[in-house]
């Protein structure tokens, strides 16, 4: 390649750069800015969820260390629904019983 091809690429490669600086300038795309399923101004409901579980992790706490029955249910009921292992056959066939109840026939 000539010194003089290398400097025009040079100089076109400055003009193009130039033109991106230009402050006033409107371009044909403009891309939104990507929330990624929060609003626009700053509210997050993940933010709602994360202070939602903590609270409702402080009440099980308090309520484990004061031994408190909340609506007849005691922590140790909670903690053994919990570790309970769940019968997923079962809730597919209940399931699967709904779905062609609600069938139209």
Known sequence: MRMEDVNARKAYI???RKSFDSPGRE???KREPDTKG???EGF????????????LFAAYIYCDRTNTVVYHVST???TEKIEADFDYEKARNEIVEVFHA????
């Open 14 to 16: 400055q003009n193009v």
């Open 27 to 29: 371009y044909e795309f």
């Open 38 to 40: 929060e609003a626009a």
């Open 44 to 55: 997050s409901f993940f933010k709602i969820r994360l202070v939602a579980a903590a609270l």
């Open 76 to 78: 140790k009921e909670v």
């Open 102 to 105: 609600i069938q139209p026939k």
